[in-house]
């Protein structure tokens, strides 16, 4: 037997073990993985609305095309619409949702977050699942100091000030991180636009 060909075998033989390695790696690993991912969400729901009992996903797959729509009308062509729980109040009755939107608009990256919204579209919080900007300045954005000026505040949609806030729905900037901050602010009015949708055409109801 030639040299090549023992080496290309040897090399086939050294690619199958390493495949069957990772697969069982992949096998070991989806379940916690898929379990810590789980607890995240449920966590971020609570985080963004504290007052609710439960949580109940929403099988929106197939209204992907009206949130699109909805979303590209409003202006937020940058921003999607990934999941909608359903936040229940002791009773099982519906007190608003939770929605998870995704910003393609971040300085590092992909921006995700929950937020929480009441039936009166009240906002009651955002929390960051996925965020990779600058560190000591967009990173500034998973701060309870930025994030709480999105707590409790009863607007049809946010806007964002250098020189500080001073109107209803409006919030400071984060220093030297502009386009995190838009980022963020143009995430959350296209969930409260999606939660339009949601309350005005009985999405997933």
Do not use: H, W
């Not at 075998?9 to 992949?26: D, S």
């Not at 007052?51 to 197939?62: L, R, T, W």
């Not at 969930?191 to 109801?205: N, P, Q």
């Amino acid at each position: 037997m030639s040299k090549i060909l023992k080496d290309a075998l040897a090399l086939t033989a050294i690619t199958v073990v390493i495949g069957l390695l990772l697969g069982v790696v992949y096998e070991v690993t989806k379940d916690p993985i898929a379990q810590q991912e789980l607890k995240a969400k449920q966590e971020a729901c609570e985080e963004v609305f504290p007052d609710a009992e439960s949580f109940e996903s929403v099988d929106i797959s197939g209204d992907t095309e009206t949130f699109r729509s909805a979303l590209d009308e409003a202006g937020y062509t940058q921003d999607s619409i990934d999941e909608v729980y359903q936040a229940l109040d002791a009773s099982g009755e519906l007190a608003g949702y939770v929605i998870t939107v995704t910003s393609s608009e971040g300085y590092g990256g992909d921006i995700q977050f929950s937020m929480g919204v009441g039936m009166d579209g009240t906002t009651y919080g955002i929390s960051f699942l996925s965020i990779d900007e600058t560190a000591g300045l967009g990173m500034n954005a998973n701060t309870d100091a930025f994030k709480s000026q999105f707590e409790d505040q009863n607007v049809s949609e946010f806007s964002y000030s250098k020189t500080g806030a001073a109107a209803e729905g409006e919030i400071d900037a984060l220093s030297g991180a502009t386009i995190t901050t838009n980022a963020v602010t143009n995430g959350v009015n296209a969930g409260l636009c999606a939660f339009r949708v949601l309350s005005e055409g009985g999405i997933g109801g």
